[in-house]
């Protein structure tokens, strides 16, 4: 018997059912348990979203909507940013947001959501002047953080996928805005599922930050952007 062999042989030993029903009962409270740490996260993660999802015509009004980046395509935004868009700029025209603060990443020279996002809009009739990019939104943690700590938000629209809009609410609530949710339709496709799945998984990531409260991956100084925003005619 080759080593390989043996190795396998052991790993199948104990990965079998225990034969005792002692050795059974311990194994499936074992089970129930690891499931029950796994769901954890995502309870809190819906806990801690309560009945703040909302569509775009029954959101509370607030000063800013705050839109997450979701991928570039060719430079243009992915159709599910520009669902986000869309819904962004659906606040702006009814009044319920006054500025929208886009945030996304522009690790590089040649990737930068913020700004097509921002071309997005002002191609669908948003003002540029009450767009404010945010260039270090890497990840949702980052993007709430920053949102409080460098542009001031305390109240906002948040505008993401249904499947994301939770943890957005979550996170951005751990970081001190007091935010509601727009919870973004669209077709529930391969992306949609794989979008869901990972949320799974990703809200084990979200409950550690928002107990750590870690700072961004790049903080910067405070910048005045959003206020600007308001203030114009």
């Known amino acids: 018997m080759t080593q390989q062999t043996q190795w396998i ?9 225990p034969r005792t ?24 993660m819906n806990v801690a979203a309560g009945s703040r999802v909302r569509t775009v015509e029954d959101v509370p009004a607030a000063p800013v909507a705050v839109v997450f980046g979701a991928g570039l395509w060719d430079g243009e935004p992915s159709p599910y940013l520009a669902h986000r868009l869309d819904a962004a700029a659906r606040l702006y025209e009814r009044g319920t947001v006054r500025a929208l603060l886009v945030t996304g990443d522009n690790s590089r020279e040649d990737y930068d959501e913020p700004d ?6 002002v191609a669908h009739g948003v003002p540029a002047r009450r767009i404010v990019s945010d260039h270090a939104g890497f990840d949702t943690w980052d993007s709430c953080t920053r949102a409080r700590r460098v542009f001031g938000v305390d109240r906002a629209v948040l505008v993401s996928q249904g499947f994301h809009i939770r943890r957005a609410l979550a996170l951005c609530g751990a970081a001190g805005l007091d935010a509601y949710g727009v919870g973004v339709d669209a077709e529930h496709d391969v992306t949609w599922y794989y979008g869901g799945t990972r949320e799974v998984f990703a809200a084990a990531k979200a409950a550690a930050e928002a107990a750590v409260r870690p700072d961004p991956r790049f903080l910067g100084p405070e910048e005045d952007g959003v206020a600007t925003a308001l203030r114009q005619p």
């Open 9 to 17: 042989r052991r790993i199948w030993h104990r990965l079998r059912l």
């Open 21 to 44: 029903r002692r050795g059974q009962r311990r194994a499936f409270q074992v089970t129930v348990l690891a499931c029950v740490l796994a769901l954890l996260p995502t309870t809190w």
């Open 116 to 121: 097509a996002m921002r071309r997005y809009l």
